[in-house]
């Protein structure tokens, strides 16, 4: 569906609390604007972001048309072990997109 | 002849809910207090199609004590809602950054809701030169 760009560091100590950031590429369309045509252009916005950690789901956010084109989000996680670290981002028509990342946690 | 007027006006500027209603719904009507909540929103914003904004609560962040979802509303925006984030212990601190829209000069309030059930709330106004969504409506 579209491009991903996530960020997680690759190793980490125990206890840590690391950054990560996620963005995807898509246009948040709102709904809102008027197209060439004099009819609204509709809309087409990603409705639901969720992260996982080995498979629990650790941060999620819902996102409404104010959010800007290809959406990013910075957030915190603390690494407890090693594993995988899964990000989903939904849109309007249901449809998703996936990322994931490993992490070394010592 | 009101029909003709309804269909003039754009879709959102009859239904959008205000600020202290979108705020009502998200708490369930639970009392909002200030402070514990901290939002960074540039104050003068040249391009109200991304507005980088950062919401930070006081929390330990711990099994019994952490913010459970950081919620972001504005004032003049086609719609009330930005964002909802949920977090929790594993989050280690309560932090998120993302970029907004704005339509126009406005305020932007962000609601944490505690674990305990309190509702804590900071708020801050922009003053957007460019902006965002609708500038073909006008």
């Known amino acids: ?106 | 002849m009101t029909g003709l007027l309804a269909i003039s006006l754009p879709r959102w500027a009859v239904a959008r809910p205000s600020l202290d209603q979108a705020i009502r719904t998200f708490t369930g009507g639970a009392n909002v207090l200030d402070g514990r909540v901290r939002l960074d929103l540039p104050p003068l914003v040249e391009n109200g199609n991304a507005v980088g904004i950062t919401v930070a609560a006081e929390s330990p962040m711990t099994e019994d004590d952490h913010v459970r979802r950081i919620a972001v509303f504005n004032e003049r925006n086609p719609e009330a809602n930005v964002a909802v984030f949920q977090l929790g212990p594993r989050s280690g601190r309560a932090i998120v950054s993302t970029r907004i829209r704005l339509a126009t000069s406005q305020v932007v309030v962000a609601v944490a809701e505690m674990s305990d059930g309190s509702f804590w709330s900071s708020r801050a106004s922009a003053i957007v030169t460019l902006a965002a969504c609708i500038e073909d409506l006008s």
């Open chain 1, 1 to 106: 569906m579209a491009r991903t760009l996530v960020n997680v560091p690759k190793a980490a100590k125990q206890g840590e609390v690391v950054e990560i950031k996620a963005m995807i590429a898509h246009p948040m369309e709102t709904g809102y604007r008027i197209g060439p045509n004099g009819s609204n252009i509709p809309r087409d916005i990603i409705r639901r972001f969720a992260c996982t950690y080995n498979g629990e789901e650790v941060f999620s956010a819902d996102l409404f048309p104010a959010v800007s084109a290809n959406p990013f989000i910075a957030f915190t996680l603390v690494a407890t072990t090693s594993g995988t670290i899964d990000f989903t981002w939904t849109d309007d028509a249901g449809k998703s997109q996936t990322a994931s990342a490993t992490i070394t946690v010592s």
